[in-house]
């Protein structure tokens, strides 16, 4: 090598490289956890700063986890109107325990999710309550994105590149929970609904265009891991997916609670989750 | 009954095995590429639940999902390509008597019974048992159980969104013929729910049949 690629970065010297590292805090982008979470601000009405356990903004081919506490409420925000999260979730005292999309659908009679829905573990207890939904647009049966779907219609769709298989983000944030690939399902897709024909076919609800939101309580302590991508049926040629804020606050639940007996089999999943806080009955 | 006597055309290639599975139990074996898995519904009505992996991989292992979005539809039908969580083609549906087979209604379990039909119901065996049963006998366990398929069962879903299981359209001798494209390891559950028309309320026995590729 003949040139020097660091020349007139003034990082020659150790004491130059360290106060140049150290220069670089603060700068301002688009995508990043606030920290702490308290100092979050545009918050939700009624939701006190003090009360604000998570705030992060996550942009396209990004992912991001948490732990959310029972009675915890997160909102994820469609900021652009045009996004896709998938969601996958785990009972955070038992991470064999996770979200089961074909009992959620099953048992609630219901292939569209919306207020009220209960995301289902797959041992009959509830993980997440949808609480307030703005969106109207959710799928939970085409799953996410796959490395070979990216790269055949993006020409490219590993996790260091601009068009990142959803599943290759999910598995990096699962890892930070100390869980692999085998642990992630299909998930919910937040903010791209898919509605199904008589004759079985899948039709994908256009974008809303406009910014909407979701809320979700947490029914156990739950591990969650969004990322956010394109649709698996989203056919445009771009790689398209808004910005999403996720802010969690910590909560009080609601007595009586609207949510518990809106059906009989829901009912039941509450009844089952507070048996496995009673006794971890299972 | 009688109608359906004739059964399925005569499958090409040597017979590598031949069983009938009891009602209620579960099943598992190796289907190497090209081989050709058989499943007849003796009794009809019977949904047959099924979990694929790759024989070599298992943590790549089939995807109701990728399924449905590859081909558009939530149907598994003849020419659908049963698709790992990767987007790979673990086997393909070559023939099949039925119009359809459902991919979204996953497997029940001790624990979806109760809310379901009561927690009366929480002690009688379930697709999701015998899937953990075969499995363990691989080296798989909870996590690997993935949504699944039902061969042989009918789930509609309303133009409001309402989703469940009706009864069947299969019909005694009826049959589905999955090609393996890699070699692959199948777990079934001959599925023994008796709370849903899903085994028209009688679970009864199946015939699986591995068959090699016709000598060329």
Request: aromatic letters at 4%.
């Amino acid at each position: 090598m003949d040139t020097n690629r660091t020349e007139g970065t003034g990082t020659g010297s150790l004491e130059a490289a360290l106060a140049h590292a150290r220069s670089q805090a603060g700068a301002p982008v688009a995508t990043q956890r606030t920290v702490p979470a308290s100092s979050a601000v545009d918050l939700p009405a009624g939701v006190a700063a003090s009360s604000v356990r998570w705030d992060e903004v996550v942009g396209a081919g990004g992912y991001a986890s948490a732990v959310l506490r029972r009675d915890d409420v997160v909102r994820l925000t469609d900021l652009s109107g045009d996004t896709c999260v998938n969601l996958q979730a785990w009972n955070a005292a038992l991470t064999s325990e996770r979200l089961n999309p074909a009992d959620t659908v099953k048992v609630q009679w219901q292939a569209y999710l919306g207020v009220g829905a209960l995301v289902l573990s797959d041992l009959g207890r509830v993980l997440l309550t949808v609480v307030a939904d703005t969106s109207g647009r959710h799928d939970a049966l085409c799953g996410h994105t796959n490395r070979r779907a990216n790269e055949a219609r993006y020409g490219h769709g590993a996790a260091h590149g601009e068009q990142p298989a959803t599943r290759d983000l999910l598995a990096l944030g699962a890892a930070r929970h100390d869980l692999g690939r085998r642990d992630l399902t299909a998930g919910l897709n937040l903010f791209r609904g898919v509605t199904v024909g008589g004759d079985g076919s899948l039709h994908p609800v256009p974008p809303s265009g406009a910014a909407s939101h979701v809320e979700l309580r947490a029914e156990l302590d739950v591990v969650l891991v969004v990322a956010v991508g394109p649709h698996p049926l989203d056919d445009r040629q771009g790689f398209t997916a808004g910005p999403v804020r996720i802010t969690a606050w910590a909560a009080e639940r609601p007595d009586p609670d609207p949510h518990r007996s809106t059906s009989p089999e829901r009912e039941r999943a509450f009844e089952n989750t507070e048996a496995f806080l009673l006794a971890g009955a299972r | 009954m009688t109608a359906a006597a004739v059964g399925p055309p005569p499958l090409a290639g040597p017979v590598r095995s031949d069983e009938v599975v009891e009602a209620r139990a579960a099943w598992s074996a190796t289907v190497r590429a090209g081989e050709t898995l058989r499943i007849v519904d003796l009794g009809g009505n019977q949904a047959v639940d099924c979990l694929i992996y790759d024989a070599h991989d298992p943590t790549e292992r089939y995807s109701a999902a990728d399924t449905i979005a590859a081909q558009g539809n939530i149907h598994l039908v003849v020419g659908s390509v049963l698709r790992s969580n990767e987007g790979g083609a673990l086997m393909t549906v070559t023939d099949t008597a039925l119009a359809h087979h459902d991919t979204i209604g996953g497997a029940c379990s001790r624990e979806s019974n109760t809310l379901r039909y009561g927690h009366h119901t929480l002690h009688q065996h379930a697709c999701v048992d015998n899937f953990l049963d075969a499995g363990s006998r691989h080296g798989l366990g909870k996590r690997d159980l993935v949504s699944n398929i039902n061969w042989f069962m009918n789930v509609p879903v309303g133009p409001d969104g309402l989703l469940g299981i009706v009864d069947g359209i299969s019909a005694p001798g009826l049959h589905v013929d999955l090609r393996a494209e890699v070699d692959v390891l199948v777990l079934i559950s001959n599925c023994p729910q008796v709370n849903n028309p899903c085994n028209g309320f009688d679970p009864t026995p199946v015939r699986l049949t591995i068959v090699g590729p016709e000598a060329s």
